[in-house]
């Protein structure tokens, strides 16, 4: 193993002390491994709180600040944030108006962020969720119930990030949310594993030649194991089952190829174009594009393909400016 770290199981304490030198904007509560705005929003006005396993920076701490997140909890490598992580980000970012926890379908944050809302409910704040569930690679996994919640997340944080700073009210943010967690599918390809740091070899073993068709973003295994092939057959074997699984055509799209830690953009561009010429030939048009590492695993070399089904509402709002360490325009 070879990584720039000093204790391997002090990575996550290390990185966030980075993450309060380099990021200004945001203010980093190291006892309860928070990331938060350094600026609160405005009162009367949504929160936004989501988080999860570390090792898929920029996901999901990047993306506090103007236009997404308020708060993200950051538990260890690929391990669920507590309920008391939680619980106190979400009262600390209540301004009056209500939290939307943003959670992806993990069997241990679905769990621990269920905790949460309880508590913090009880506590005075009011708490809706929405539960992302978009990777059609499978159905259920060793660490869920149901699909997993994947790329699609980036783009809810986003458009419902923008809606919260325009002053939509809660039931309009979770609406808006559960609308886009409904329109859009995901799939992702491995082409090595990734090495997590406490454990110091690869999750998994892969041959220079194969490739892991729907793997997980923390290495869990998917639909099969194939040969590598060329990024044409690559993106039909990742768009293929995206467009069985949801009608997208005669609206616009959002379209999202993400890498997965490994992969130069230079590749993930040359994806893009191939994912874009099997859209259009299905009829569906890619009104709006994002490419690059947004959601990682660590050092795992792959890429995942996300396709939102868009309308006038969720392009305004996805051109809306944004402010992070992870994802900026338009401001």
Sequence with gaps: MKKIINNPDEVLQDSLVGVAAAEPSQRVDHANRIIYRATPKAAGKVALVSGGGSGHEPMHGGFVGTGMLDAACAGAVFTSPTPDQMEEATKVVDTGA????????????????????????????????????????????????????????????????????????????????????????????????????????????????EIEIGVGIHGEPGRRRGKLVSAKEIAELLVEPILADHDFAGAPAVVFVNGLGGTPLIELYLLYGEVDAILKKAGVTPARSLVGPYMTSL????????????????????????VTPGLRWGA
Excluded at 150 to 169: F, M, N, P, Q, R
Excluded at 200 to 208: L, N, R
Excluded at 311 to 316: G, K, N, P, S
């Design 98 to 209: 209500g939290v939307l926890h943003i959670v992806k379908n993990y069997t241990g944050d679905v769990m621990n962020f269920e905790m949460a809302a309880e508590l913090a409910d009880a506590s005075g704040v009011r708490v809706e969720t929405v539960v992302t569930a978009d990777d059609v690679a499978v159905q259920d996994s060793t660490w869920t119930a149901g699909r997993r919640g994947v790329g699609l997340t980036v783009l809810l944080e986003k458009i419902v990030g923008a809606a919260a700073e325009a002053g939509a009210d809660l039931d309009a943010v979770k609406s808006l949310a559960e609308k886009v967690s409904a329109s859009g599918r995901s799939m992702g390809i491995a082409l090595s594993s990734c090495t997590v740091p406490a454990a110091g070899k690869p999750t998994f073993e892969i041959a220079d030649d």
């Design 299 to 322: 050092d795992m070399a792959g890429a995942s393909v996300t396709v939102l089904k868009a309308d006038d509402e969720i392009l305004r709002l996805w051109d809306a400016p944004v």
